[in-house]
Every structure is written in C-alpha cells, then in structure tokens.
C-alpha cells in the first residue's frame, strides 16, 4: 500500500502531506476542547480504535503510516494528548492520569461504547491508566514499543534527573531549521515519506515545550509493577525488537506480565517513521489478534 496521497483528478503527481482522516474539536463540558481525528467506517459493525500517541509525538506524527491500512477493517479516533500538537493547553501540571480521564471523556461525549486502545510509548501508560479507571470502555489493548516503567535502575532514574535539568534549554532547540536538519537524519531521501518533510517538522513543532516537559517527568515517575497484573483484558505487544529508548526486555516484561501476544517489528524507536511499511503491517497485525482472542 503506497503511502503516498494522490490527487482526486487520478494524477500521478505526489502531495507534500499525507492521507489524514478528518479532524475536528470535541467540547468536553467542565474539561475543555479536545483535538482528534475520526474516521468511520462504512461497515457500522466494524471496531473502533483508539489511537493514543507518544511522547513529542501527536496523533499524526504517530499514525499517519499505518492511517489508511487501519481504515480498510476498522473506525478510529486519535486524541492529541494534552501540550502535544493540538492538544488542550492547561496551567495545571501534566499527568497521565488526566489523559486517560480525558480520552474517557471524548468517547463519552461522542457516545462510544467500547474501543480497542493502540497505545504506542507514552499512549501505552495511558491506555493502562484508561483500563484500570474507565475499564467498561476498552474491549482490548495493543501496545507498542512501551514498558511497566522507566525507573527500576539506577541509570533509568539518572537519566530522567538529567533531562529535568537539561528541559529548559531542549525549548530552544524548536527553530524551523534545527528539527528540520534532525528530521533529515531520520528519514532516508528514497522514502515515500521524505515527501513530506516540511509537513513533518511543522507538526513537531506544535507541541508546547512547557508541557512536554511536564510529560517527560511524569514519566520518569511511572510504575505500573503493582497493578498492571489486576487490569485482565486481551491485549497484544508490538515489540521494537532494536529499541534503544524503551529496552525490547522491558517491553517482553510488559508483555509477560499482561500475559499479552507479542507481534516483533524490526526497528527503533522511530519505527514509525524509519520504516513505515513494517510498523504498519505489525500494527494491523496486532490488531487482528487481539480482536481474534477476545473471549
């Protein structure tokens, strides 16, 4: 499946962004505005998704690869977490708790009744969050590249003192040409998706700095070691068997504790982005199976 979105004329000319669902706000009275994407699917028996992107990402920067093979089979929703891209804005300190409130309460507002969460990295914690406080919602998990926690160790714990002092001065580092020349190092020329460089770095730079900050503290604090075993729902792992943010053992741990299927994708972190082809298909994948091993 190309990933690259033609023109409605049927022409071959390529466009510099890709296929999006459309998106729209969702107010969420006493709680604020919301930014997600939805599609729907023709078929009304078909599952819904809920697509919870990571840390520095946003529902695109996180999705836009895998979009249009998911919405062959399936509806989804994507909510911009708070301070990421479009995401509400608030003065009160970032917690993953408040996402996990916050996605329960979009699909209040939007009446659905039950969802499968697609929790990549930081989207992972939340999907949890989202099962142990709203569990009548979700219908099954997949998680990716994620883990129980960050901080078992003492280097894990050290690493996240380190970036609590360096956050001030990461907010500097946001310049239209600075994530420019780090995007150019990620993504090779001979992608599809080079195309759409420049739609790429605008969206990373939606992102609030103040807030990601407050993320990347939170969760340097995340533990799920003492619950996690209690949440008893079908769930499937996407292990990024090179991982080098988030260990491929800590995701197997995860997976063995939630007694979890795992799908292997051979990739980084960045996965999504390095080799968009592969995450996609892992993704459906998983997806598949966990709907397959419902009860």
Known sequence: ???????????????TMPWLPDGRTVVVPGRGEFFIRHFVHPDPEAPTLLLLHGWTANTDLQFFTAYQEMAEKYSFI????????????????????????D???????LGISQVVTVGYSMGGP?????????????RAMVLQA?????????????????FRIAAPALRHLSSPRFVRARVKKIISTRSEIFNY???IVGEIRRNDPWTIGQ????????????????????????????DRLVAPKKQHLLAEVLRAHTVLVDGDHIVTLVSPQNYSSATCAAIDHVLRAEP
């Open 1 to 15: 499946m190309s990933l690259i979105r033609k023109p409605s004329d049927g022409t071959d000319e390529t466009s």
């Open 78 to 101: 994507g909510i911009d977490h708070r301070g990421h891209g479009r995401g509400l804005r608030s003065s009160n300190p970032f917690s993953l708790e408040d996402c996990a409130d």
């Open 103 to 109: 996605a329960a309460a979009v699909l209040n507002t």
């Open 126 to 138: 939340i999907s949890m969050l989202l099962c142990q406080r709203h569990r009548h919602l979700i």
């Open 146 to 162: 994620t883990a129980l926690e960050w901080r078992a160790t003492r280097r894990e714990r050290n690493h996240w003192r380190i």
């Open 197 to 199: 460089l420049d739609w």
């Open 215 to 242: 993320a990347g503290r939170t969760l340097g604090r995340y533990d799920a070691r003492s619950w996690a075993n209690d949440l008893n729902i079908p769930t499937v792992m996407v292990v990024t068997t090179k």
